[in-house]
């Protein structure tokens, strides 16, 4: 049902998946010519409304590497691989 909900509609280019197991793809495989009825996305719709996100839930946290600038990457020397 997800993956024919994210190719109805013409705004999403692409449906990425990603299965851990043969049977994870399996499922997927099989749900390939799955097609929703209009009324499917309207209902789903109607509990979370288009352009809501729902990953903002206490804006009132900043994670620590948008406030400090050192956070975002690791240093040079931590970025080399090393040969064991």
């Given at each position: ?21 043969m ?10 010519g ?5 009324d499917?996305p ?12 729902l ?17 975002r990457r690791r240093?040079?020397?931590?970025r080399?691989?090393?040969v064991a």
């Amino acid at each position: 049902m997800a993956m024919a909900f994210a190719v109805a509609y013409p705004g999403v280019t692409s449906a990425v998946i990603a299965p851990r197991t043969m049977s994870h793809l399996e499922d997927l495989l099989a749900g390939v010519g799955v097609t929703l009825d209009d009324d499917v996305p309207d209902q789903i719709g109607a509990i979370v409304p288009p352009g809501v996100d729902l990953g903002q839930l206490d804006v009132s946290y900043v994670p620590p590497p948008l406030q400090q600038a050192a956070l975002r990457r690791r240093s040079v020397a931590e970025r080399a691989a090393t040969v064991a």
